[in-house]
């Protein structure tokens, strides 16, 4: 977990600004928005940034659906856009068309989105999801229901450069279904997959929306494009072109990225005190 915290010197800026999106969050934050249990009425509305925003109006996913069980419910954090359920749905049927096994559905956001109390900084305005990459046998057997399941596990190699014998054709279908439907606009991936898809032959277009990260070698994150109905919801800025395949992704390689005691040196990032906008007070204030 740390290591997302700690950044190496020469780390492309861009990494700082992906850091305050995606990265997670080492202690408990006190923030309203974890106490808040429901959605709230009206029309669907993604409101500011993903990391610093909230949902009007969200849709809760439910606990089951063709082709994938929504894990750890205790959170409270299955909620979104109504976009982001529908991909969900989409994604989860044509997994199960290939066969069985439901897909793990991780955190969206919390009710009304906004800050959570620990492990992301993101996922604030209804527009992320975290997916799991190993399908589970059976939503009994899914690991959803307490704190105390170990993860998923991970789909890279142990040391990092590769991936494990649990990628195959059902991790990159998956992951590929995500990255080519258009209400996507990126996926944060663990940079050994990316590399791992770089490598194979046939077309790399799609790979344009994955973004390599640390961690998320268990499960990916999706994150939608502002949905049209969603007038105060703020765009990311688009990502580069090109595949990635090139020496952005070696950089995460790199003895720079890799080496502790280099990431040790490093500064650590000032985490922005939460503030909440103005277009989202109305949602704390009335539940
Ligand atoms: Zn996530």
Redesign the pocket.
């Known amino acids: 977990m740390n290591r997302r915290l700690l950044l190496a010197p020469k780390a492309p800026a861009l990494l700082l600004a992906t850091w305050l999106t ?1 990265g997670v969050a080492g202690s408990a934050l006190a923030t309203p928005w974890a106490q808040v249990k429901a959605p709230s009425e009206g029309p669907t509305q993604a409101i500011g940034g993903v990391a610093n925003g909230c949902i009007a109006g969200a849709q809760a996913l439910p606990a089951e659906g063709e082709g994938y069980v929504s894990i750890r419910r205790y959170r409270n954090r299955f909620y979104g856009h109504a976009d982001l359920l529908h991909l969900v749905r989409d994604l989860a049927r044509a997994q199960a068309r290939r066969g069985p096994g439901l897909v793990m559905i ?2 969206l956001s919390q009710p009304r989105g906004g800050l959570m109390s620990s ?2 900084r ?2 604030q305005n209804g527009l ?3 997916i799991w990459f190993l399908r589970a046998p059976s939503a009994a057997t899914a690991n959803r229901d307490t704190a105390h399941q170990p993860d998923p596990p991970s789909m890279v190699s142990a040391d990092g450069e590769g991936v494990s014998a649990l990628w195959g054709d059902d991790q990159q279908t998956l992951l590929k279904a995500a990255a080519v439907d258009p209400r996507v606009d990126r996926i ?1 991936v663990n940079a050994a997959i990316k590399r791992e898809l770089c490598a194979s032959d046939g077309d790399k277009a799609w790979l344009h929306k994955l973004r390599p990260w640390f961690g ?1 070698d268990a ?1 990916f ?1 999706v994150r939608l494009r502002c949905p049209h109905d969603s007038s105060e919801c703020k765009q990311q800025a688009a990502i580069p072109a090109g595949d990635g395949c090139d020496d952005e992704l070696d950089w995460w390689f790199s003895a720079e990225a890799r080496t502790p005691a280099k990431k040790s040196a490093a500064p650590i990032p000032t985490r922005p005190e939460p503030v909440t906008l103005a277009a989202c007070q109305p949602l704390l204030s009335t539940h």
Do not use: E, K, R
């Open positions: 995606v991780g955190d492990s992301h993101s996922h992320d999801v975290d944060f998320h499960h994150h």
